[in-house]
């Protein structure tokens, strides 16, 4: 459900999750000049698709302040974006400047980088109210991409949906309600990529099919 008080955006220095707040304190002391912060949303107000992560990783989002930007998942995701016209520019981690989002915004269903890149239940359930809010935010919005089955049942928790309707497979295509469809595809990480289960082309199939939706 909705919060009555939308908040789209948590502040930097976020403090709702106690172990999240203390894993950030010991990488902003070991690493002062990373971002170390929850990590905005990224891309346009005006998007019709949303895609939904896991959380900032460690040396990706989290030192750099971008969902996804310069981790291994990000080295296929954005490729892949500009492969789809869902971006612009160029992938240069060392010029985010460089490149742009095109009818699409990047989120996270959960805002801090958590230990081992594994948030807890709790940790997922208080950060929902800022997926609640950027959804509701988003005025054009007409489809989701969940990267992750994380991403997917933060989504569906978000909708106040039965999980078992609405089951998490990669190239699964769900329509919401409110007539929003939902695209579900495995993890872009590398332990994906490296063992088979997802190649950058069964990747590219559903963020061109996410991608195709939005568009008429």
């Not at 010029?95 to 989002?101: N, T, V």
Request: aromatic content about 6%; glycine content about 8%; hydrophobic content about 40%.
């Amino acid at each position: 459900m909705v919060a009555t008080n939308i908040i789209a955006e948590p502040k930097t220095d976020c403090v709702l999750c106690e172990r999240l707040v203390a894993f950030r304190h010991d990488n902003a002391v070991a690493h002062p000049d990373w971002y170390n912060g929850a990590v905005p949303s990224f891309g346009p107000e005006t998007a019709r698709l949303l895609i939904v992560g896991l959380a900032p990783g460690l040396r990706g989002a989290n030192r750099t302040g971008r969902p996804f930007w310069g981790d291994f998942a990000g080295d296929l995701l954005y490729p892949t974006l500009l492969k789809t016209g869902l971006a612009q520019g160029e992938h240069d981690v060392l010029r985010p400047e460089a490149l742009s989002l095109v009818d699409c915004m990047i989120t996270n269903a959960v805002r801090c980088v958590p230990p081992q890149n594994k948030p807890t239940g709790g940790e997922i359930k208080c950060c929902r109210q800022f997926l609640d809010g950027r959804k509701a935010a988003l005025p054009n919005l007409r489809a989701l991409l969940a990267i992750g089955r994380v991403a997917h049942d933060s989504i569906l928790s978000s909708y106040a949906v039965k999980k078992r309707d609405y089951p998490f497979a990669h190239g699964a295509r769900h329509k919401l309600p409110g007539g929003l469809l939902l695209f579900d595809t495995f993890h872009c990480s590398r332990l994906n990529t490296n063992t088979g289960r997802l190649t950058p082309e069964m990747f590219e199939r559903v963020v061109a099919d996410a991608a195709a939706s939005v568009r008429d």
